[in-house]
């Protein structure tokens, strides 16, 4: 399965580290194993003493590359001792050393920061007030709700069920539901 993993290096030599692993990934023949290497990076437009405006690139996180690699269950000794020992890389993010496995990054972190820089695009989902849906998985899964509020950065809706006889706001993930009509 490919998970991304987040390598420590001496801050300032990104780069360097991005292009060693690229090169290693192809002269030890990983290329099936390591999808992409990124280092996350925005351009914003600065004013110099004079007033000129430039365009200066900020790495987003200094001091670490990102690497997407395929990982069967525990990860790959070979994978983990090739990126481990490439020049410039003091370890993995979540790893305290001593054999045991780095933790990927939670796939929704990851997704946060791969839209941020452009690389995959949210789909749009439109959900308002008042619209009817259904629920097409979880504990309402079949069930019909009108949506009472609309959590647009969390990508959730709010639904009035019914417990006990009371009406209880239940939010839902947009993944969850279904626009009916």
Same mark, same amino acid.
């Given at each position: ?49 004079? /007033?000129? @405006?430039?365009?200066? $690139?900020?790495?987003? !996180?200094?001091?670490?590359? &990102?690497?997407?690699?395929? *990982? ?57 007030? /008042?619209? @009817?849906?259904?629920? $097409?998985?979880?504990? !309402?899964?079949?069930?019909? &709700?009108?949506?009472?509020? *609309? ?31």
């Amino acid at each position: 399965m490919k998970r991304w993993y987040i390598v420590t290096t001496y801050s300032g030599y990104e780069n360097s580290v991005k292009q060693d692993l690229e090169r290693r990934k192809e002269s030890m023949n990983m290329s099936d194993m390591i999808y992409q290497v990124l280092i996350p990076e925005e351009t914003v437009e600065v004013v110099d003493k004079k /007033g000129n @405006k430039k365009q200066k $690139v900020n790495k987003l !996180f200094p001091g670490y590359v &990102f690497v997407e690699m395929e *990982v069967e269950g525990e990860m790959d000794e070979d994978l983990w001792f090739m990126v481990r020992n490439t020049p410039k890389v003091t370890g993995f993010l979540g790893s305290s050393g001593g054999g045991t496995k780095p933790v990927p990054v939670p796939k929704d972190e990851m997704d946060g920061i791969l839209n941020k820089l452009g690389l995959i695009v949210k789909p749009k989902l439109e959900f308002n007030v /008042g619209d @009817k849906i259904i629920v $097409v998985s979880g504990a !309402f899964k079949d069930r019909e &709700f009108d949506i009472v509020n *609309v959590i647009s950065d969390k990508e959730k809706v709010v639904v009035l069920t019914e417990m006990f006889g009371q009406s209880i706001e239940t939010e839902l993930l947009f993944s969850e539901i279904k626009k009916l009509g």
